[in-house]
């Protein structure tokens, strides 16, 4: 099954428009970058805040959900979670081009915030890495590209500031690299209905790449 209908397996049962072109559903992402007082990188903390029209269409759902809208959101968590986890939660990372692995989540939740379903986990290292004098790049991506993971923005096309948070116990500096994705990899995306199946690996050429420099 395709990541991203995975991912929105509840929403995409509902009987939404049908829609041309890749992607279907969007992320707006934060991500906090953990280290401990030795110096190494242990975990990153995202945040995913999905776009307004699939959140309102979910929050529509759990409210018809007989236990409420606490106990909903919880059910949607464990969902989420659950469909997420053989995708590795969409991450990849690396430190000076060594790719790091992780555990499995921890510390998730998931809330309303003003009308945007958000989604915060943990994710940690299996091992700490050292990030002190070092780079580390990462990137969250649908593979499928049915799903677009972007960092949070005010105008759609410059990150926030408060998208990437490097270790504020390291002297790092940080930056966000905008996807500039091939024009046939725009159009074999743009050509995508909802029921197709990208090419392999198609959400790699839309994927930013944060990286937090601590050499």
């Known amino acids: 099954m395709i990541a991203g209908k995975v991912l929105f397996l509840a929403l995409l049962m509902l009987p939404v428009a049908t829609a041309m072109a890749h992607p279907h559903s969007w992320v707006d992402l934060s991500i906090r970058v953990i280290a401990d007082d030795e110096g190494r990188l242990v975990a990153l903390e995202e945040a995913w805040r999905l776009d307004p029209f699939y959140s309102a269409i979910l929050l529509e759902e759990l409210q018809a959900d007989g236990d409420g809208m606490e106990a909903a959101l919880d059910k949607l968590g464990g969902d989420m979670l659950q469909s997420l986890a053989p995708q590795g939660?969409?991450?990849?990372?690396?430190?000076?081009?060594?790719?790091?692995?992780?555990?499995p989540v921890t510390a998730a939740s998931v809330m309303n915030n003003d009308g945007r379903i958000v989604l915060h986990f943990r994710l940690p290292l299996t091992e700490p890495v050292?990030?002190?004098?070092?780079?580390?790049?990462?990137?969250?991506?649908?593979?499928?590209?049915?799903?677009?993971?972007?960092?949070?923005?005010?105008?759609?096309?410059?990150?926030?500031?408060?998208?990437?948070?490097?270790?504020?116990?390291?002297?790092?500096?940080?930056?966000?690299?905008?996807?500039?994705?091939?024009?046939?990899?725009?159009?074999?995306?743009s050509a995508l209905d909802k029921t197709d199946i990208a090419s392999p690996g198609l959400g790699r050429f839309f994927a930013e790449t944060g990286e937090v420099d601590c050499r």
């Open 89 to 103: 939660f969409f991450t990849e990372a690396s430190v000076d081009d060594q790719a790091v692995e992780f555990d």
């Open 130 to 189: 050292p990030l002190a004098g070092h780079l580390l790049t990462y990137q969250v991506y649908d593979p499928s590209y049915y799903v677009e993971v972007v960092h949070e923005s005010d105008d759609g096309r410059h990150p926030m500031p408060t998208a990437l948070v490097p270790p504020a116990s390291l002297q790092c500096r940080h930056q966000i690299l905008l996807a500039d994705p091939d024009p046939e990899k725009v159009m074999e995306a």
